[in-house]
């Protein structure tokens, strides 16, 4: 081989392991490069654990705040307005709703909230009292149609034999949670309470004896 073949030779042999030496270097540029690209590519798997973003409200949470934002009359002045509209009543059930829309309305004005409760007389007879839960004042008191003896008398021994107020039954409720209490109502010998958390617009329903006032039954609703 003469000189001038072997010095092409050398060469080339040069120019190989210099592209070999080479690519590790190019390769691990490009491998930061797509570590880059791929880490600003958003994940198609949502957040990253421990980021999750804040959960839109449910349609039962959303209607509670909005409920509870347009009231300005609490459950038990409103209960002591319905009360005191029936001679020697009891109050059997009071429930934080939209009232309903006049009949023969052309169309649905502004939904105003109101407690709508059952009071119960002496005798037993029932009476649907509306209170208007941003004013304070009577909207409707009716006596309940279509109540025969048997059922009054079973209403007014029930009543009778209740030594727990709804008062207490309430109070009872919040000091477990503070939030603010939409419903209570008398259901045999239980009150069913029920309690709005303000921070997150749950619901939570305790159910206690009504003779002792233990609390028997707590669940919460997350929807």
């Known amino acids: 081989m003469t000189a001038q073949l072997r010095l092409r030779t050398l060469s080339v042999a040069a120019a190989v392991c210099a592209a070999a030496a080479a690519a590790p270097l190019l390769t691990g540029c490009g491998d930061a490069r797509e570590s880059r690209v791929a880490a600003a590519a958003p994940s198609p798997y949502g957040s990253p654990t421990g980021t999750s973003s804040p959960r839109r409200p449910t349609q039962d949470q959303a209607e509670r705040k909005a409920l509870l934002g347009a009231t300005k009359v609490p459950w038990d002045k409103a209960a002591g307005t319905a009360v005191g509209g029936v001679p020697e009543g009891k109050l059997a059930e009071i429930e934080l709703t939209w009232a309903r829309s006049a009949v023969g309305s052309p169309?649905?004005?502004?939904?105003?909230?109101?407690?709508?409760?059952?009071?119960?007389?002496?005798?037993?007879?029932?009476?649907?009292?509306?209170?208007?839960?941003?004013?304070?004042?009577?909207?409707?008191?009716?006596?309940?149609?279509?109540?025969?003896?048997?059922?009054?008398?079973?209403?007014?021994?029930?009543?009778?034999?209740?030594?727990?107020t709804p008062q207490r039954a309430a109070k009872t409720a919040t000091d477990r949670k503070k939030g603010t209490v939409t419903a209570v109502q008398l259901d045999d010998a239980v009150w069913s309470v029920d309690v709005v958390t303000t921070n997150d617009w749950n619901k939570t329903t305790y159910d206690l004896d009504a003779k002792t006032g233990k609390i028997v039954r707590e669940h919460m609703d997350r929807d």
């Open 107 to 164: 169309s649905p004005g502004p939904r105003t909230p109101e407690w709508e409760s059952t009071v119960v007389a002496k005798d037993g007879t029932a009476h649907t009292v509306r209170v208007d839960a941003v004013s304070g004042k009577v909207t409707e008191s009716r006596i309940d149609p279509g109540q025969a003896p048997d059922d009054k008398r079973e209403l007014a021994d029930r009543l009778g034999a209740v030594t727990v």
